[in-house]
């Protein structure tokens, strides 16, 4: 699926890319999905959502060390990278992480 917007201009129809988000208890599928031009870019939303829903959980008073995970699909269902996140360590005295984290495709 194309967003109307490309497909009236000409430009080249943008891969779309589904970020279903997943607890111990519940899958919340992405229905809608989101256009974007690769992958590296859809991992990077998945990153910025991730961040969002422990920030809310913080600030709710949620548990912030429970694994959560957001699964990145294409449009035909095709699961893409598995971003799994959870709050990490306290910041030290200078503001650095005590624990450097790491990406893998």
């Known amino acids: 699926m194309a967003s109307a917007h490309?497909?009236?201009?000409?430009?080249?129809d943008l891969p779309r890319y589904f970020f279903h988000y997943r607890t111990d208890d519940e899958l919340i599928r992405d229905c809608e999905g989101s256009d974007l031009p690769n992958?590296?870019?859809?991992?990077?939303?998945?990153?910025?959502?991730?961040?969002?829903?422990?920030e809310?959980?913080?600030s709710s008073g949620?548990?912030?060390?429970?694994?959560?995970?957001i699964e990145i699909t294409d449009a035909a269902g095709e699961e893409l990278l598995?971003?799994?996140?959870?709050?990490?360590?306290?910041l030290d005295d200078a503001g650095d992480d005590?624990?450097?984290p790491a990406t893998i495709h």
Not at 6 to 12: K, L, M, Q, Y
Not at 39 to 54: G, P, R
Not at 62 to 69: A, H, I, N
């Open 82 to 90: 598995y971003l799994v996140f959870w709050s990490g360590p306290s």
């Open 6 to 12: 490309s497909a009236e201009a000409g430009e080249p």
């Open 62 to 69: 949620g548990d912030t060390t429970l694994p959560r995970s």
């Open 98 to 100: 005590l624990i450097k």
């Open 39 to 54: 992958l590296d870019a859809a991992e990077q939303n998945a990153a910025a959502l991730a961040k969002a829903i422990v």
């Open 56 to 58: 809310r959980a913080a």
